[in-house]
């Protein structure tokens, strides 16, 4: 058996080395107007839509926009793009489609007839959903030797034998620790699976650089097929769109707050603020009666993300009022007493320690003690020094409790590993959420089959439903849901003293 792929393997590299020269010239600019619906000097091709024949240019409608970067087609929507790698398009017994329009394979002059001209091999109408476009006979030729080594082509870092996967973490400064115990948690995990026998017979292969000038070159130097919990201090940003410019799936960054514009191959673990924020409210709203409330939010910027998402969810559940304003009106001893005046009981707070501590200041020598929620972390310490009045109304919301029970089986692995590859137990939070993105990319791999492709690999990502990967909450992504843990804890910080969990896992919906 083993032989016999050896053998298949040697004959399609020899077939493949002896491509001539024009099929590699005929391949790029195949794959120029596959992706980019461009001829070879860089000017879009011409197009027509529909039976107006309305004119469009080719770069606006790239084949592969719709038919999908790996050609496999689209598995839902309205009229379905479908398969259009060749080994597809010339089965002998031809294709029946959902709309029910059947025809022959294709040939390379029905396929020609096909793009130029919308018609399949048995003269069919093709859906006029589906582009025509103004090629030439050389340009459609391009196009099949494209098509044709399109099913063959493997996206960056993907070998016969091995997957490359990339991180960026930072290995000096304050936050080296924490990337150290990113990396070893990283390496642990790969190893063990490289033992476990790999996924679908490759191994995986971790490439790690400490910051993005580094990635830049030793990803050019060794492409890598995704970027696995990567961590990025100060440079969040630049990360999100080092990955776009890339087309690299990011997988579990560390500590970076859910954005919602992230490209779509970005896949978060935990909730940012704004989501923080509305599990608060769902707390509120089971134990303090949030329809007979009123409610302030002072946030950064109160047309911002947080402030938009307490608006909409106030509204949704009928809160008894919301007042929003900037942060930095607690720094304003007036603005304080007018919403004291205004009867408000709870207060979402998302501003610096600094406003925090003018703001409960100030309401404390006014005697007015509201609840004060907050979904911002690193508030916790400022709370602790809140007037002692406050006590049992301060609240926070954290998307990770050291303290959480950890039963699941994968949870039970991660204990495990842990162990065994000694880990220890310093900078817990790091290494759960670097095992967490690996069990995530691995059931990714898995489900995208040995076939994979980063769509395909996005695409199985997407689909996870409630999902065990370890010492996280259940995993759900989906075609609009970017954050995988979708909720949080609450807990009760005490002026002078702890913290106390007052809440298990609040999940909350999809914006
Ligand atoms: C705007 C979306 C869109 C773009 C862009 C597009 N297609 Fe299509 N294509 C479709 C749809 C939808 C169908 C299926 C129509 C149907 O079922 O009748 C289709 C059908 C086809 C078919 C017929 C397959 C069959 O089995 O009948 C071929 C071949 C094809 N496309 C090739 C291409 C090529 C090559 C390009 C780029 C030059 C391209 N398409 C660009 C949407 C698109």
């Not at 790690?208 to 995704?226: H, I, N, S, T």
Request: proline letters at 7%; glycine letters at 12%.
């Amino acid at each position: 058996m083993r032989t016999r792929a050896a053998a298949t393997i040697a004959v399609v590299l020899v077939a493949l080395a002896s491509a001539s020269a024009a099929d590699d010239a005929g391949t790029d600019l195949g794959r120029r107007i596959y992706h980019e619906g461009r001829a070879a000097g860089g000017e879009p091709v011409r197009a027509l839509l529909g039976s107006a024949s309305t004119p469009l240019s080719g770069s606006a409608v790239a084949c592969g926009n719709c038919h999908g970067a790996d050609g496999r087609g689209r598995p839902e929507g309205g009229v379905l793009p479908p398969d259009i790698t060749w080994d597809e398009l010339t089965k002998p017994y031809g294709h029946q489609h959902p709309s029910g329009r059947r025809h022959g394979p294709f040939d390379e002059r029905s396929f020609a007839r096909a793009v130029t001209e919308g018609v399949d091999p048995n003269g069919g109408r093709i859906d006029a959903a589906m582009p025509r476009y103004a090629l030439s006979v050389s340009e459609v030729a391009a196009l099949t030797i494209y098509l044709k080594a399109l099913a063959r082509e493997r996206d960056p870092g993907v070998s016969e034998a091995t997957i490359r996967l990339g991180t960026v973490l930072p290995d000096a400064g304050p936050a080296g620790e924490i990337g150290r115990a990113i990396r070893a948690m990283l390496r642990a995990y790969v190893g063990d699976l490289n033992e476990r026998g790999g996924v679908h017979g490759r191994r995986l292969e971790l490439v790690v650089a400490g910051d993005l000038e580094q990635a830049a070159k030793r990803f050019g130097e060794k492409p890598v097929f995704a970027l696995v919990s990567p961590y990025a201090v100060g440079s969040e940003a630049r990360l999100l769109q080092f990955a776009a410019e890339r087309r690299l799936g990011l997988i579990g960054p560390f500590t970076l707050a859910a954005t919602p514009d992230a490209s779509l191959q970005t896949f978060f673990l935990l909730p940012g603020e704004a989501d923080l924020a509305r599990v608060l409210l769902e707390f509120a709203a089971r134990n303090a009666g949030l329809r007979s409330q009123r409610w302030a939010a002072l946030v950064p910027d109160p047309d911002g993300s947080t402030a938009q998402a307490l608006r909409n969810e106030c509204r949704r559940r009928e809160c008894g009022g919301l007042e929003v304003l900037p942060a930095s009106a607690a720094l304003d001893p007036g603005a304080v007493a007018r919403l004291m005046h205004l009867g408000i009981e709870g207060v979402l707070f998302a501003g610096s320690e600094r406003e925090f501590a003018a703001l409960t200041a100030a309401a404390d020598r006014m005697g007015w003690h509201p609840s004060i929620y907050t979904p911002v972390a690193g508030l916790a310490r400022a709370m602790t020094a809140a007037p002692p009045a406050f006590a049992g109304r301060l609240f926070g919301a954290y998307p990770m409790r050291a303290d959480a029970p950890q039963t699941s089986a994968a949870a039970r692995s991660f204990e495990t590993l842990r162990r065994d590859r000694g880990l220890g137990d310093q900078h817990a939070a790091a290494q759960r959420f670097a095992y967490a993105a690996m069990a995530i990319v691995e059931e990714g791999l898995r489900q995208a089959g040995r076939d994979v492709s980063r769509e395909r690999f996005a695409r199985a990502v997407e689909s996870l439903h409630r999902f065990d990967a370890g010492p996280l909450p259940p995993i759900s992504y989906g075609p609009g849901r970017r954050v995988g843990a979708l909720g949080g804890y609450v807990v009760a910080i005490e002026p002078q003293g702890g913290f106390k969990p007052v809440s298990d896992w609040i999940a909350i919906e999809q914006r």
